[in-house]
């Protein structure tokens, strides 16, 4: 079964920083575009960012422009979100899978598929 493999989550102060991971072994990350969503406790999935891969164009969520960067490295067959100046409000359970509808982002959540287990990011003083 194909699926996503998450890393790189942890607890981190108010201002700080972490760089997420996005991995799989299935097929080229390239092939599909990918996007990254969290769901915080008692709070509905929301999609964060995206990544697309027509021409590589990126998609954020209002709540972390300017604030977090995707990006991939065909090399290490990766996708990562750099998380900076991260607030209590980025907890949740990131979670990243990819468009298997179409190629650019952020697309609707039915489109995505191969979902990770997710990485558990806590902003925390």
């Known amino acids: 079964q194909v699926q996503f493999v998450e890393s790189g989550g942890g607890l981190v102060q108010p201002g700080g920083s972490l760089r997420l991971s996005c991995k799989t072994s299935d097929f080229a990350l390239d092939y599909y575009a990918i996007g990254w969503f969290r769901q915080a406790p008692g709070k509905e999935r929301e999609g964060v960012s995206c990544i697309s891969s027509s021409d590589g164009s990126t998609y954020y969520a209002d709540s972390v422009k300017g604030r977090f960067t995707i990006s991939r490295d065909k090399t290490k067959n990766t996708v990562y979100l750099q998380m900076d100046s991260l607030e209590p409000a980025d907890t949740a359970v990131y979670v990243c899978?990819?468009?298997?509808?179409?190629?650019?982002?952020?697309?609707?959540?039915?489109?995505?598929?191969?979902w990770g287990q997710g990485t558990q990011v806590t902003v925390s003083s």
């Open positions: 899978a990819a468009n298997i509808m179409r190629t650019s982002c952020p697309g609707l959540r039915y489109e995505y598929a191969y």
